[in-house]
Nanobody
Framework: QVQLVESGGGLVQAGGSLRLSCAASGRTLSYYIMGWFHQAPGKEREFVAAVSRSGGSTRYADSVKGRFTISRDNAKNTVYLQMNSLKPEDTALYYC?????????????????WGQGTQVTVSS
């Protein structure tokens, strides 16, 4: 098992940047593929990014390609989401999640463990 706690959210002006962190405890982080999802009010939870166990492979939603970067530091049991060039449509509650699957998944159903979320609000 793993417990996840997100941090780093906040209010930022359009065009600005934030770095989200997800700290893990319990089983070592390297056991899991890690992903970020977000959910805006009235909308479904959406895939944002994912990173393989070693950090060598990544996947991104089309809407964030070129702007967001997911990374992990297994020695610190932490995964990050660097968000640049933020847009108002990025406003959402951001969750990190852990998957024990063999391959990276871009759907939320494959992720077993979830954090409580951190709010990101982008003003225009």
């Amino acid at each position: 098992q793993v417990q996840l706690v997100e941090s780093g959210g906040g209010l930022v002006q359009a065009g600005g940047s934030l770095r989200l962190s997800c700290a893990a405890s319990g089983r070592t982080l390297s056991y899991y593929i890690m992903g970020w999802f977000h959910q805006a009010p009235g909308k479904e939870r959406e895939f944002v990014a994912a990173v393989s166990r070693s950090g060598g492979s990544t996947r991104y939603a089309d809407s964030v390609k070129g702007r967001f970067t997911i990374s992990r530091d297994n020695a610190k049991n932490t995964v990050y989401l660097q968000m640049n060039s933020l847009k108002p449509e990025d406003t959402a509650l951001y969750y990190c999640a852990a998957s024990a699957t063999a391959l990276i998944s871009t759907t939320w159903g494959g992720y077993v463990y979830w954090g409580q979320g951190t709010q990101v609000t982008v003003s225009s």
